[in-house]
């Protein structure tokens, strides 16, 4: 069998993605459910929260909404291919050539330009996975402390009511 079944009920091959087979419901309620951190964190804290997160420094930084849109929806693949934590992903390039496929469909499947957005989407990505692991952890990943414009939301989680912030913010920033 060389598909998945997803939330809405589609047929998905996450190996040969086509620009039809994504769907913004199926990413928001997976990432909403696919905890940060591999699920190390002392409290469930979701991708969906983080990726939102991402999209507000952005937003605070005051960066177009192309940028906006890509922070929010930069690791979408994962909820088609779930995540493997960085140190094991580092050594699996075949993996990252499907990761990188498919979140390519992705962003195709919005109209999303990330061409020259790659270094500022890797800085908020990471100043945001650094404030995590401070809020969740009490662990500092990095010797400098990354400069945010943004306070990251790292209140109370809860399914439903992060699958509903991260569609409020595609709806704000998509523009079909």
């Excluded at 390039?93 to 919005?110: F, G, H, N, S, W």
Aim: charged share 25%.
């Amino acid at each position: 069998m060389n598909n998945i079944l997803t939330f809405k009920k589609h047929r998905f091959n996450p190996l040969r993605p086509t620009v039809a087979d994504i769907d913004i419901a199926d990413i928001a309620h997976c990432l909403a459910r696919i905890p940060r951190a591999n699920g190390h964190f002392a409290e469930f804290f979701p991708v969906a929260r983080h990726s939102v997160n991402c999209a507000a420094e952005a937003k605070a930084r005051g960066l177009n909404d192309n940028i906006i849109l890509t922070l929010l929806l930069h690791d979408a693949s994962e909820a088609y291919l779930c995540d493997i934590v960085r140190p094991v992903k580092n050594e699996m390039p075949e993996y990252r050539v499907y990761e990188k496929v498919l979140q390519d469909t992705i962003y195709k499947a919005y109209n999303i330009g990330v061409a020259d957005v790659s270094a500022i989407r890797d800085e908020i990505d990471d100043a945001m996975l650094y404030y995590e692991f401070v809020h969740f952890a009490d662990e500092r990943l990095f010797d400098t402390a990354p400069v945010i414009s943004s306070a990251p939301d790292f209140s109370e989680c809860n399914f439903d009511k992060d699958e509903q912030l991260f569609l409020y913010w595609f709806d704000k920033y998509y523009k079909a």
